[in-house]
């Protein structure tokens, strides 16, 4: 077993389901956020986080893994999930001032928040992300988080671990080590602890939250905070903070079932008269 | 005319090899709204010294400290930052691949400047159109700062060179990297074999398999080759290990829009859909008529791929001659 101990935030995030029909308001074309659900990528971030903290004796050892998420009060669902899947602990920042916030006061609030977390005397070790949010889509924040920390940044990790080379003067340099898979080239990049990780879905599988869990989740403290206890000016986040905005949206009609057949023998050759007529061939 | 800085990674690229296309589709997007002006990380052979006058770049900013390539992203974003600082660009643009995204991410942060990721074109005032929520919407946004970084899609515009060429000036930079962007070091790298065929999220037609080709992707691949088309597959068929991670097309791998996407042997799961329903034509073939998939196909097949796909590959052939 590893015995360094390790402090570790996870990023999760609340977004509508994406089985159900998504949609964008009509006042102000942010997503709507009935029917949302923690992230499915952000599973994997919870995972990678628990793995890691096993392989080092776990709570009893020292080791934690915070949720944390930013958004409205619902949001807070997110962090209740993560719990039942097994993080030991869970914090919410919501304010009204953060609606509408794009990446850039995002990271600005996530940024505030983890050194919040991080007192000299138990820093944050590693902040682990998923690779993507299922709504946003954009992977901005794992890399705005890490510039506006001014931490490493290990993004799509396909697989991590934590190393420690032991000094001769004790206490030895902790790395991360990850994974990626490129277009052209799979890549292994190291970096020093503290560092933020975002992982994709090649990284582990996630576990299901089972009764066990869902039952110690209920007594594990998620604890809210508004941007004025993290030191946050309102005026920096929210729209009013973004540095990008929608000028319009229009929805697209949903795309509808055309010509299906029945193979009797010939569906290649009309697959192939629908190619011609369509000029694709 | 204000300018437009295109950031362009030419690390390892081989002596004679001219601009790669989305290069020239990002050069082009350039002169639409400005004037294109080039970052350069990486050597400057003729052939791209060429490409770059003939795509109307006057000036070069160019870097090839090894920095640039030992550590991810930051010291990428360094150089655009201290060639903005030097031009003041209105705006920035980059790739919208992994790397792309994550330079423009911090970039952003260094320049305090909005960036929109995923834009597939771009108005005179630099308003970009992308797709949100897996196609559902078309939305027009903007960068409300200064300077507005934005990632392009591939395809998303027709290449074409300057009406006037122009003479580049290269001008040298020395990046000064910040502490911080040297941390996260590269320490392996492994080239992947080339296919031969056209890049995933470039191709005019994808051929995609998934679990219904079990472990045989045979079909598929005779198929794209009598189309000229790239080969993709769903997670269950790049999970099972029977084609490389790179072909996944879905919310966790590429996201595709040819003019035509074969869906074989896949069911159509919300994610695999999420990477191929701003396709313009799909045809599908799979074996269970209840399959989602039918329900966004224009043309569908309910067959065996491994008669199906046979028989219009050898039909292609047969109508070529
Ligand atoms: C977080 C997350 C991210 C994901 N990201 C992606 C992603 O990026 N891309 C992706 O594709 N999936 C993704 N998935 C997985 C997705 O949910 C589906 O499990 C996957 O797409 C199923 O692949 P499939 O359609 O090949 O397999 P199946 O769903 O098993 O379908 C196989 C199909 O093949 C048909 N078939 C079988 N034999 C034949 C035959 N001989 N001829 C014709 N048809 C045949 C069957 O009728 C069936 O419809 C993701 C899942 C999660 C949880
Ligand atoms: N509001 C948020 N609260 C907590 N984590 C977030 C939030 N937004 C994004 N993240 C994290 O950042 C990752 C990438 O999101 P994005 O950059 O929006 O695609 C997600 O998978 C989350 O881990």
Request: glycine share 10%; proline share 4%; aromatic share 4%.
């Amino acid at each position: 077993m590893e015995t360094s101990t390790l402090n570790i935030v996870v990023l999760v995030k609340h977004v509508p389901d994406a089985q159900l029909n998504r949609q964008l308001s009509a006042n102000d074309n942010t997503v709507v956020r009935t029917d949302s659900i923690l992230s499915e990528l952000d599973e994997y971030a919870i995972e990678a986080a628990l793995t890691l903290v096993e392989e080092r004796g776990g709570a009893a050892a020292g080791n934690s893994v915070t949720a944390l998420t930013m958004g409205p009060a619902g949001a807070v669902a997110a962090v209740r999930k993560a719990l039942q899947i097994g993080a030991f602990e869970g914090v919410h920042l919501c304010d009204d001032a953060l609606a509408g916030s794009d990446a850039a006061a995002t990271s600005l609030a996530l940024a505030a928040l983890v050194r919040h977390l991080s007192p000299a005397e138990r820093p944050v070790d590693l902040i682990i992300t998923g690779m993507a949010s299922t709504d946003g889509e954009t992977s901005l924040i794992p890399a705005q988080l890490a510039a506006r920390l001014e931490l490493p940044q290990l993004t799509f990790a396909a697989s991590l671990e934590v190393t420690s080379e032991d000094s001769e003067a004790g206490g030895g340099t902790r790395k991360a080590v990850i994974r990626r898979d490129g277009d052209t080239e799979a890549e292994v990049i190291e970096a020093v602890l503290p560092a933020v990780v975002s992982v994709t879905d090649q990284i582990n599988s996630p576990r299901y939250p089972n009764f066990k869990g869902i039952m110690a989740a209920k007594k594990k403290t998620v604890t809210t905070l508004s941007l004025a206890d993290i030191g946050v000016d309102p005026a920096h986040v929210g729209s009013a903070g973004s540095w990008t905005a929608i000028d319009s949206a229009q929805a697209q009609p949903a795309r509808t079932a055309g010509t299906i057949i029945a193979d009797e023998g010939n569906a290649g050759v009309l697959l192939v008269d629908f190619l011609a007529a369509q000029k694709l061939l | 005319m204000s300018a437009v800085l295109v950031f362009v990674d030419r690390h390892g690229a081989a002596a004679d090899a001219g601009l790669s296309a989305r290069t020239q589709e990002l050069l082009t997007l350039a002169r639409t709204v400005g004037e294109p002006v080039v970052a350069l990380a990486g050597p400057l052979f003729p052939a791209a010294r060429t490409g770059f006058g003939a795509a109307g770049v006057g000036r070069i900013y160019q870097s090839e400290q090894h920095e640039l390539f030992d550590y991810l992203a930051a010291p990428k974003a360094d150089f655009l930052a201290q060639v903005s600082g030097k031009h003041q660009p209105a705006a920035v643009l980059l790739e919208n691949s992994a790397e792309g995204k994550e330079i423009a991410a911090r970039l952003g942060i260094a320049l305090s400047a909005g960036v929109i990721c995923d834009a597939v074109g771009l108005d005179a005032g630099l308003g970009a159109q992308k797709s949100v929520l897996a196609g559902s919407y078309t939305v027009t946004c903007r960068a409300t700062t200064a300077i507005s970084i934005i990632t392009v899609k591939s395809n998303s515009v027709h290449a074409e060179t300057a009406a006037d060429p122009a003479e580049p000036v290269v001008e040298a930079v020395s990046v000064s990297f910040g502490a911080a962007s040297l941390t996260a070091k590269i320490t392996e790298r492994s080239a992947k074999p080339a296919s031969g065929r056209p890049e995933l999220g470039e191709a005019r037609i994808v051929v995609a398999g998934g679990r219904g080709v079990d472990g045989n992707f045979g079909p598929v691949e005779e198929l794209a080759d009598a189309l000229g088309a790239a080969v993709g597959a769903s997670r269950a068929a790049t999970d099972a290990g029977w084609i490389e991670h790179s072909a996944q097309v879905g919310q966790t791998g590429k996201t595709v829009s040819p003019q035509l996407y074969i869906s074989a042997g896949i069911s159509g799961a919300i994610q695999q859909k999420a990477g191929m329903q701003t396709s313009k034509v799909i045809v599908a073939v799979n074996r269970d008529g209840e399959s989602p998939i039918f329900e966004i196909a224009d043309f569908g097949v309910i067959g065996d791929l491994f008669t199906v796909l046979p028989q219009a590959t050898a039909e292609i052939k047969r109508r070529r001659g």
